[in-house]
């Protein structure tokens, strides 16, 4: 398994930036990519940026050119800076760890969660 663990959440003005990392521990040779998910009030958990081992990333629409996902595997954190925060950013933002097995991904598991609130 392995134990994932963010910061950097906390109350910004639109426009503003934060920046939220998540630290792997425990079983990390298994991870083949790292996700960041959020969760706002009332909706379904989605998928806001991934990156793979190779360094590949890929962004939800919605945070495309404001939102910048990267990893540091020398202290095996996940970054996610975020650039012109709106509003609608508000949510409680969750990292995830995934091992692909040659035909599909598998979590590894999960963070607490750090939130995130933009205010207007």
């Known amino acids: 398994q392995v134990q994932l663990v963010e910061s950097g959440g906390g109350l910004v003005q639109a426009g503003g930036s934060l920046r939220l990392s998540c630290a792997a521990s425990g079983s990390i040779f298994?991870?083949?990519?790292?996700?960041?998910?959020?969760?706002?009030?009332?909706?379904?958990?989605?998928?806001?940026?991934s990156i793979?081992?190779?360094?590949?990333?890929?962004?939800?629409?919605?945070?495309?050119?404001?939102?910048?996902?990267?990893?540091?595997n020398a202290k095996n954190t996940v970054y996610l800076q975020m650039n012109s925060l709106k509003p609608e950013d508000?949510?409680?933002?969750?990292?995830n760890a995934d091992?692909?097995?040659?035909?599909?991904?598998?979590?590894?598991?999960?963070?607490?969660g750090t939130q995130v609130t933009v205010s207007s």
């Open 52 to 72: 793979s081992n190779g360094g590949s990333t890929n962004y939800a629409d919605s945070v495309k050119g404001r939102f910048t996902i990267s990893r540091d």
């Open 30 to 49: 298994s991870i083949n990519g790292m996700a960041w998910h959020r969760q706002a009030p009332g909706k379904q958990r989605e998928l806001v940026a």
């Open 99 to 112: 091992e692909f097995n040659g035909s599909s991904w598998l979590s590894l598991g999960w963070g607490q």
């Open 90 to 95: 508000t949510a409680v933002y969750y990292c």
